[in-house]
């Protein structure tokens, strides 16, 4: 007689607190990355203005990777507006997507440190895009044949946010190629790539029609 593997639905309360605690964590430490110029001497504030200066690469790439960080923080957390409970396999999928998270103030002082280099504008995009892969595959394991979602969900709403995250890979992969050509340049759509998730979409008016 064939035997059924038992079925545990678990909380998504855990997975929650845990994401929030290392998005936290990531976007404090990006902050600590940039350190105080260290000056000496008589000409101390002649030469303070012109140091506070060329930290601006790293202030750039902080600002960059705040937003970005808070892009991914919202649509985590959207996400879950519509999953309502977890399994094991979608514990080690957040796992692996917080892990990718905690690895974004390391490109972050990468990048800004070597503002000029290709190797940090690729790792940094490298990170972007693994990112965004596993939030997608976040989103496809609990939405595929309904596994962790309600039945009732809209497929248009499946779709509308599957389209939305792969456009980041697509445009980080762009970047990652402009970078033989200039890195200010992909530094600059790395910025940009964020309006796409700030400015509302198609995802939130669908949430909007939803909650009605």
Same mark, same amino acid.
């Given at each position: 007689?064939?035997?059924?593997?038992?079925?545990?639905?678990?909380?998504?309360?855990?997975?929650?607190?845990?994401?929030?605690?290392?998005?936290?964590?990531?976007?404090?430490?990006?902050?600590?990355?940039?350190?105080?110029?260290?000056?000496?001497?008589?000409?101390?504030?002649?030469?303070?203005?012109?140091?506070?200066?060329?930290?601006?690469?790293?202030?750039?790439?902080?600002?960059?990777?705040?937003?970005?960080?808070?892009?991914?923080?919202?649509?985590?957390?959207?996400?879950?507006?519509?999953? !309502?409970?977890?399994?094991?396999?979608? =514990?080690?999928?957040? /796992?692996?997507? $917080?892990? *990718? +998270? &905690? #690895?974004?103030?390391? %490109?972050?002082?990468?990048?800004?440190?070597?503002?000029?280099?290709?190797?940090?504008?690729?790792?940094?995009?490298?990170?972007?895009?693994?990112?965004?892969?596993?939030?997608?595959?976040?989103?496809?394991?609990?939405?595929?044949?309904?596994?962790?979602?309600?039945?009732?969900?809209?497929?248009?709403?499946? !779709?509308?946010?599957?389209?939305?995250? =792969?456009?980041?890979? /697509?445009?980080? $992969?762009? *970047? +990652? &190629? #402009?970078?033989?050509? %200039?890195?200010?340049?992909?530094?600059?759509?790395?910025?940009?790539?964020?309006?796409?998730?700030?400015?509302?979409?198609?995802?939130?008016?669908?949430?909007?029609?939803?909650?009605?």
């Amino acid at each position: 007689m064939a035997r059924n593997e038992p079925q545990f639905d678990l909380s998504t309360h855990r997975i929650e607190a845990l994401g929030d605690g290392v998005f936290a964590i990531a976007m404090t430490l990006l902050i600590l990355e940039i350190k105080v110029p260290v000056l000496h001497g008589e000409a101390v504030a002649s030469e303070l203005p012109g140091a506070v200066l060329a930290l601006w690469p790293k202030f750039l790439c902080y600002f960059i990777s705040f937003v970005t960080l808070g892009v991914y923080w919202v649509a985590h957390h959207l996400h879950f507006y519509t999953i !309502k409970r977890a399994d094991r396999m979608l =514990l080690w999928i957040n /796992v692996f997507f $917080l892990m *990718a +998270i &905690g #690895l974004v103030p390391f %490109s972050t002082a990468f990048i800004g440190e070597y503002v000029n280099q290709q190797l940090p504008v690729v790792i940094y995009g490298a990170n972007m895009i693994i990112i965004s892969l596993v939030l997608q595959l976040h989103w496809w394991y609990a939405t595929h044949n309904h596994r962790l979602v309600e039945p009732d969900i809209s497929p248009e709403l499946v !779709k509308s946010v599957t389209h939305v995250i =792969l456009i980041g890979p /697509v445009i980080y $992969l762009i *970047a +990652i &190629g #402009l970078s033989y050509v %200039s890195t200010k340049l992909s530094i600059i759509i790395y910025l940009l790539v964020n309006l796409i998730y700030i400015l509302p979409g198609s995802v939130h008016l669908h949430l909007k029609r939803e909650t009605k």
